[in-house]
């Protein structure tokens, strides 16, 4: 994949501590190329070997890898429901941690729980989210689809080609997905509350229905994927599904399928998280060109 990275040389990296906290493989891509511009980086909380990225020094706790720094970079995936963010061990930044950052510290990451906005407007940083960048997000969806499609693949007894699909939602994942599966032969029905959404779905060649009308949609698929995160996929919804279906929630915490009751019911799920450590060096990079020029243009206002 190529795209166009920004201008870095419009600010002078060396004067910036970045602290990366927290995610998997693909931070370590974010991690090197952070390095590669001359700032100092520290890094905690991800898939890293004894020794971290090239370039950077490896912290000895989440408040180690803050202290004194400009930026903190927090993974994509949604935080959870106790504020914890995605990491190899449990980390809930709070403002005893973040306070070891510099006065005016700004935090960019995916998409931010409640309370972690909260210590951010208490400790007077800036709080930016990329979960809704639309350039950024599209440019990680092939890899996404690819691991998505994986798992499919790996879960079914049946052929994605002329399987009985329903695809809950229609954002970027769910987009994607919903035109590859039909590009692999699967008759796909979308359930989705947008209209707009709905007329995206219909022209990529799928079967656009109102969310009320999940209910009906699922009683005779294969195949049933949210992306939705709110509980949609209810025990309501479950319940009229035939046993044999594979049922996949590819929704940010806190997700949108009732995966216990499925499975109580014995109905083969999984809730597909981090899709995009499918390809950790593509996605990283992906995700450092939207950080890096948030970074610029973030420095850039302060002069």
């Known amino acids: 994949m190529s795209y166009q990275m920004p201008d870095l040389s419009r600010i002078d990296w060396k004067d910036l501590k970045i602290a990366i906290v927290g995610g998997d493989e693909r931070e370590q891509e974010i ?5 590669d511009t001359g700032a100092d980086v520290s890094v905690y909380g991800f ?39 995605f990491a190899t061990e449990k980390i809930v930044p709070d403002a005893a941690m973040l ?12 998409l931010p729980h409640p309370d972690l906005t909260a210590v951010c407007e208490q400790l007077g940083f800036g709080l930016h989210e990329y979960e809704s960048d639309r350039e950024l997000m599209l440019l ?8 998505a499609l994986k798992l499919i ?26 035109r590859d599966l039909i590009l692999l032969g699967a008759r796909v029905t979308v359930a989705a509350r947008n209209p707009v959404q709905r007329a995206e779905a219909t022209v990529v060649g799928a079967n656009a229905i109102t969310l009320d009308r999940l209910g009906d949609a699922v009683t005779e698929c294969d ?10 996929v209810t025990k309501e919804v479950i319940d009229r599904m035939p046993r044999s279906v594979f ?3 590819f929704a940010a915490p806190p997700g949108g399928v009732d995966l216990d009751y499925a499975k109580s019911v014995g109905i083969n799920c999984l809730w597909g998280r981090a899709l995009g450590r499918r390809a950790p060096i593509t996605v990283g990079r992906s995700q ?13 206002a302060r002069r």
């Open 31 to 35: 991690a090197r190329l952070a390095a």
């Open 47 to 85: 898939p890293m070997g004894d020794d971290g990225p090239a370039g950077t020094r490896r912290a000895s706790s989440p408040t180690d890898a803050v202290e004194n720094a400009d930026f903190i970079l927090f993974p994509i995936p949604g935080m959870s429901r106790d504020g914890a963010i």
């Open 99 to 110: 306070s070891h950052a510099k006065d005016g510290a700004h935090l960019i990451m995916g």
């Open 140 to 147: 990680r969806m092939p890899s996404i689809v690819e691991l």
């Open 153 to 178: 693949i790996e879960n079914t007894k049946v052929s994605i080609h002329g399987s009985n699909t329903v695809v809950v939602g229609q954002g970027n994942v769910a987009h994607t997905l919903t």
């Open 223 to 232: 195949i049933c994927l949210s992306a939705v995160p709110a509980p949609v």
């Open 247 to 249: 049922l996949a929630d």
């Open 288 to 300: 450092w060109k939207g950080i890096a020029e948030r970074i610029v243009r973030l420095v850039e």
